[in-house]
């Protein structure tokens, strides 16, 4: 005999009481899961390591100091003669490209130079041709038509080419003299500058009054996803923040404004400040781009070297990934290996928990260790990237620390509740080649 009762498993688009309004499907109906968890693990990081408040400006000045004495070198601008040991004779060269050394630019005179002790290379990279060491003994002229007058310490016979490099060991001078000519070892300036960030929300007073399921309070579920999404905004615009002005720069009061002609003011993220002050080549590197394709050991071995040349105190650099990034190093730990290297993979350590909150994996390489922490800000075309940070030169800049502005819509009796978070904040960057950008395709 058919029965009459009804069935709870008929589709729920029946009609009727019992399918719409007496059913409860609501397992924990006061919580509400949430899709991204660690969304900004980059703002949390550099928050919590070296914040400065009490900013007397919005725009901001930084010193940094690259110790030039630990790399000095110039390359000869033009070819010379040949010289014996010790020859009573000195041959001339014309001095290009310095680094670390007076005489790096504008118009000097190089009288400092006198008395240095260099050696004669070919290049600069590991494998060059030594062709002897020299002293600087005398300098004529300036700017860029000076040259140097140079003798040969100790070699058969030295024939330098232009294009050589004269790299720095040291300085001799002869008895009886008198103190060589100083020059000026001045800091560097660098400049970023805090940025306004508004995120409001609003409810009317009927939501606000309305019994709901999923947050007994529409209100406090609003602020809570608002105060979330104000951390986001950070995180995005600390990472990817495009400024008009340069952090080598100056400031520009004027140089944006919105549509009401309001000064707009715009923090440099640390992804563009790498791309368009870092070095693509050279001893000091800040851009690498890994084709997966073609990668090797090997280059993983010598892009590790520059990452770690200036070593963090504790041994470890923080490297920020995004999904693809962390995949790719997943791979490369596994049998197969990198790119023509069969049975050469990295040593990919477990998931970890990290104090602050955050997950992360550590990639050991053959210089340092990697803490790879994955970040959900680096996404789409930033899917496959890496930011490697040295701690130290970052700083979480803060003129005006957020806060909570409750009820701030007030006008014609507004039936509702409005509400916003508001900060002035931004980031700063100091010492662009201690910071690395990875991209891999």
């Known amino acids: ?64 100091h690259r110790n ?19 020859a009573a004779d000195t041959w001339v060269v014309t001095a290009g490209s310095v680094v670390g050394m007076e005489g790096a630019s504008g118009n000097y005179a190089y009288n400092s130079w006198i008395g240095l002790t260099c050696e004669v290379w070919d290049g600069i990279v590991a494998g060059s041709t030594k062709k002897g060491v020299v002293l600087i003994t005398a300098v004529a002229g300036s700017g860029s038509s000076a040259s140097l007058s140079v003798k040969n310490m100790g070699d058969a016979t030295i024939t330098p080419a232009s294009g050589d490099y004269l790299i720095v060991v040291g300085n001799a001078y002869g008895e009886g003299t008198v103190a060589g000519t100083a020059w000026a070892d001045e800091l560097e300036v660098v400049y970023n500058q805090c940025q306004i960030f508004k995120t409001p929300l609003q409810i009317t007073g009927t939501i606000l009054a309305a019994a709901l399921r999923g947050e007994s309070s529409e209100l406090a579920r609003l ?9 986001i905004q950070k995180e995005r615009a600390f990472l990817f923040g495009r400024s008009p002005m340069n952090l080598s720069g100056g400031f520009d009061d004027n140089s944006l404004s919105d549509a009401n002609s309001n000064v707009v003011r715009s923090t440099m993220g640390i992804i563009p400040a790498i791309e368009k002050h870092g070095d693509s080549s050279g001893v000091d590197q800040s851009r690498f781009t890994i084709t997966e394709a073609s990668y090797t050991y090997g280059d993983f071995v010598d892009d590790m070297e520059k990452v770690f040349q200036y070593v963090p105190e504790a041994g470890m650099k923080r490297a920020f990934c995004g999904a693809g990034a962390l995949s790719y190093w997943s791979k490369m730990s596994g049998a197969s290996g990198m790119a023509g290297n069969s049975g050469w993979t990295v040593n990919l350590g477990d998931m970890k928990r990290d104090a602050l909150g955050f997950n992360y994996r550590v990639l050991e390489t053959p210089h340092g260790a990697l803490q790879l922490i994955p970040t959900p800000a680096l996404r789409q075309v930033y899917n496959k990237t890496m930011l490697v940070v040295s701690d130290e030169n970052l700083f979480h800049a803060q003129y005006r620390a ?7 819509l007030t006008d014609d009796a507004y039936d509702g509740v409005k509400d916003q978070y508001m900060s002035d904040e931004g980031i700063g960057v100091t010492l662009i080649e201690s910071h690395k950008l990875f991209q891999i395709s």
């Open 68 to 86: 030039p004495w630990a790399k000095q070198y110039f390359q000869t601008s033009s070819t010379g003669a040949s010289a014996a040991d010790n």
């Open 402 to 408: 957020p806060k909570f502005q409750a009820n701030i």
């Open 223 to 231: 602020r809570d996803q608002k105060s979330q999404e104000h951390k």
């Open 1 to 64: 005999m058919a029965s009459n009762a009804k069935n709870l498993h008929n589709n729920l688009t029946s009609s009727g009481v019992l399918y719409a309004d007496r059913r409860d499907f609501y397992i924990r109906p006061n919580v509400v899961k949430e899709l991204w968890t660690d969304v900004s693990p980059f703002t949390t990081v550099i928050a919590n390591q070296n914040t400065v408040t009490g900013l007397a400006d919005p725009q901001f000045k930084m010193f940094e």
